[in-house]
């Protein structure tokens, strides 16, 4: 079936430390966005990356789709980074978006 | 206008009421998603409309029923809810059913709890 794996499920930050999120998936995609879900249940659009690298200030993304992964980068931590960070990958054949599980940061002042 | 709305943005239901979520974009949108999203869950899809049709249903149960008066506007009616409905709900647009060019735009969601 549809797999979309993240990790860490858990990570906790200095503010102004750098991270890496990963997202590995189980085929071919047509579509893979990473959002980021605020404490009031938002989900913001972070990057639409198919494929190829993307940034956009401190964060950006690469999606290497012969090798099935994703990796965002988070560069000098803020506070307001914390929430939950979600890929979501869109597999051929007009499946719809299929969410892994997230990875939850916390960064501390 | 690049958002999508959702009203209301917080529900407190009885389990006998009957209720509507309402979800509207302005995009020119063509394909719209009814999530739902259980704390410390991923969002699961609910519904999918696409050019005004539903197209897939992941065996929600009846008590929820998903309504598409036109392009822009998408509706989730509820009845007879039970307390393990209580979720944040998810409305979603993207320009066609394939998410191709430009992806899933999201709502705020509607914070749900049922008494």
């Known amino acids: 079936g549809i797999q979309v794996e993240q990790s860490p499920p858990d990570l906790i930050l200095q503010e102004g430390a750098n991270s890496t999120l990963r997202c590995n998936f189980s085929?071919?995609?047509?579509?893979l966005q990473w959002f980021h879900q605020n404490p009031w249940g938002q989900l913001i659009n972070l990057f639409y990356?198919?494929?190829g690298t993307k940034q956009n200030g401190r964060l950006s993304a690469t999606t290497v789709a012969t090798e099935r992964y994703s990796l965002l980068y988070i560069s000098s931590s803020q506070t307001t980074d914390s929430g939950v960070y979600f890929c979501?990958?869109?597999?051929?054949?007009?499946?719809?978006?299929?969410f892994g599980k997230g990875t939850r940061l916390s960064v501390i002042a | 206008d690049t958002e999508v709305t959702q009203t209301p943005k917080h529900l407190v239901m009885g389990m006998t009421n009957k209720k509507s979520l309402k979800c509207e974009q302005h995009?020119?949108?063509?394909?719209m998603y009814w999530y739902k999203q259980k704390a410390k869950k991923p969002p699961e899809l609910m519904f999918v409309?696409?050019?005004?049709?539903?197209?897939i249903n992941e065996s929600v149960p009846s008590r929820f029923s998903p309504e598409c008066p036109n392009s822009s506007l998408l509706n989730l009616h509820l009845h007879a809810l039970q307390p393990e409905d209580s979720a944040l709900y998810l409305c979603?647009?993207?320009?066609?059913?394939?998410?191709?060019?430009?992806?899933?735009?999201f709502g705020s969601g509607t914070r749900l709890t049922v008494v």
């Open positions: 979603a647009s993207s320009p066609n059913s394939d998410g191709s060019f430009y992806g899933y735009t």
């Open positions: 085929d071919s995609v047509n579509n």
């Open positions: 990356i198919p494929s």
């Open positions: 979501a990958v869109l597999y051929s054949g007009n499946t719809p978006l299929v």
């Open positions: 995009m020119g949108h063509r394909a």
């Open positions: 409309y696409s050019y005004e049709k539903l197209s």
